[in-house]
């Protein structure tokens, strides 16, 4: 209490000694420092712009499968308002921005508060206020690996099929971006090698368009591949067909296209090998011709050096039957011995040649010239069976045509030029009588 008197004695004696001089004085002081803070130190404004945003707690949401979509820079523009020598002072390293992410879990499109914070005595007034910031899941995905092979083997070699390890790898990271991947890719540079290159590749993720995608990360980093030198050789292809036509019908023809085709492998492997068969073909009761696609049986560690289709194609035909009738005098005697003669009578007056074979055959045969002959090439006096033989068809139709001929076979009598049948009657006859006489002659 006595502290408090005193004090208040200490005011009214301050104020009450020379009070005129010390309000003077106290008017001159803020005189000076109005004039000091509005003229040599006054307030002014200045603009600071693009300063970065930094996002804060960005483990947190990594820790939840979350991250932010894509690679955006952030950035705020600030004006500040302050004395001079407080604004002067100040660089763009003074202000930090910063964005708390801290909350923030939904998938898609989040508005983030800004905060602009400066060491001074100044105000401070930014845009914008907030943020938009995307956020989406980490994904794991696999890709296949894909070897980008740069140069050729030595001449004669073709490359065979690349064996890779691991052949796909796992991919993750924000899901717009996994999902860019095309593939994971791997190059490896050829230099005319003869034989098989092993190496262990750097693998890159890449788009869709060959550009390596950014912010995802590959299970490995390196593949081991083994990429195969191999010769080729030109074989022939062989049909491997267990076909039947239906009845009244025939197989025309069967043939493979290509004839040869050209396949790759160790040399080891080729070295005896001439042929390749197609897969089984099995068909019955055919009525309609047919051209089929069809595989190669290649024998193991063997392929095609180009892929290429092959088809075996069977032709089909309905047999027909065709008549051709020609009397005697149409018929052609040959190699008839010299003195002998054959006796006519006993000849039949028509015979009948019968063509049976492919329609098409058959329709377009040239039959002209077409003929039965005898031939009794080496053949004495007496009683023969002869075959009639068919001319007048040329080498192929005989081969797609069966020919017949009714009757399927004659007796023909050959006798001597100058003896008739009479006489020969008449000797049999003399003989006979000689003969009783000799009988009766022995008797008596």
């Known amino acids: 209490m006595k502290m408090m008197n005193r004090i208040q004695n200490n005011i009214k004696g301050w104020f009450g000694q020379n009070l005129g001089a010390k309000i003077m004085a106290f008017l001159f002081a803020l005189f000076m420092w109005i004039y000091v803070m509005s003229v040599i130190n006054p307030t002014i404004n200045d603009s600071v712009n693009n300063i970065p945003v930094e996002l804060l707690n960005q483990e947190e949401l990594e820790r939840a499968g979350i991250v932010i979509k894509g690679e955006e820079d952030y950035t705020v523009n600030v004006r500040v308002t302050g004395r001079s020598d407080q604004v002067y002072r100040l660089s763009r390293q003074d202000f930090v921005a910063t964005a708390d992410l801290s909350g923030h879990r939904n998938i898609g499109a989040n508005n983030v508060q800004v905060t602009v914070e400066v060491d001074a005595d100044v105000e401070v007034e930014f845009t914008p206020r907030y943020i938009r910031v995307e956020l989406e899941e980490v994904v794991r995905q696999q890709r296949n690996v894909d070897i980008n092979i740069l140069g050729e083997p030595a001449t004669g070699y073709v490359l065979g099929e690349p064996r890779i390890t691991p052949s796909a790898i796992w991919i993750e990271g924000p899901e717009s971006s996994v999902n860019a991947v095309e593939s994971v890719v791997a190059e490896i540079q050829l230099e005319d090698n003869s034989s098989d290159v092993v190496a262990n590749l750097i693998l890159t993720p890449i788009d869709a368009n060959g550009e390596e995608v950014s912010n995802v990360r590959l299970e490995s980093d390196v593949v081991e591949?083994?990429?195969?030198?191999?010769?080729?050789?030109?074989?022939?292809?062989?049909?491997?067909?267990?076909?039947?036509?239906?009845?009244?019908?025939?197989?025309?023809?069967?043939?493979?296209?290509?004839?040869?085709?050209?396949?790759?492998?160790?040399?080891?492997?080729?070295?005896?090998?001439?042929?390749?068969?197609?897969?089984?073909?099995?068909?019955?009761?055919?009525?309609?011709?047919?051209?089929?696609?069809?595989?190669?049986?290649?024998?193991?560690?063997?392929?095609?050096?180009?892929?290429?289709?092959?088809?075996?194609?069977?032709?089909?035909?309905?047999?027909?039957?065709?008549?051709?009738?020609?009397?005697?005098?149409?018929?052609?005697?040959?190699?008839?011995?010299?003195?002998?003669?054959?006796?006519?009578?006993?000849?039949?007056?028509?015979?009948?040649?019968?063509?049976?074979?492919?329609?098409?055959?058959?329709?377009?045969l040239n039959t002209q010239n077409l003929g039965i002959t005898l031939n009794l090439q080496d053949l004495e006096a007496g009683s023969h069976n002869i075959q009639p033989r068919v001319q007048g068809l040329n080498g192929s139709e005989n081969q797609t045509v069966e020919i017949s001929v009714e009757p399927a076979e004659v007796s023909i009598e050959i006798q001597e030029e100058n003896r008739a049948p009479e006489d020969d009657e008449e000797n049999q006859e003399n003989g006979n009588e000689n003969g009783l006489e000799e009988d009766e002659g022995n008797n008596d």
């Open 225 to 364: 591949v083994v990429l195969p030198v191999e010769q080729t050789k030109t074989v022939i292809i062989e049909s491997n067909l267990d076909i039947e036509a239906a009845e009244g019908y025939v197989i025309r023809s069967t043939r493979v296209t290509p004839r040869s085709i050209m396949v790759q492998g160790p040399e080891s492997e080729l070295e005896n090998l001439t042929r390749v068969e197609t897969e089984l073909i099995e068909r019955s009761e055919l009525r309609e011709s047919e051209s089929i696609e069809v595989e190669l049986l290649l024998p193991e560690g063997i392929r095609l050096y180009n892929e290429r289709t092959v088809t075996v194609e069977i032709e089909i035909s309905q047999v027909i039957e065709e008549e051709h009738e020609l009397s005697l005098d149409e018929i052609q005697i040959e190699n008839l011995g010299e003195g002998l003669v054959i006796d006519e009578g006993q000849l039949p007056e028509l015979f009948t040649i019968i063509l049976r074979g492919p329609e098409d055959i058959i329709e377009n």
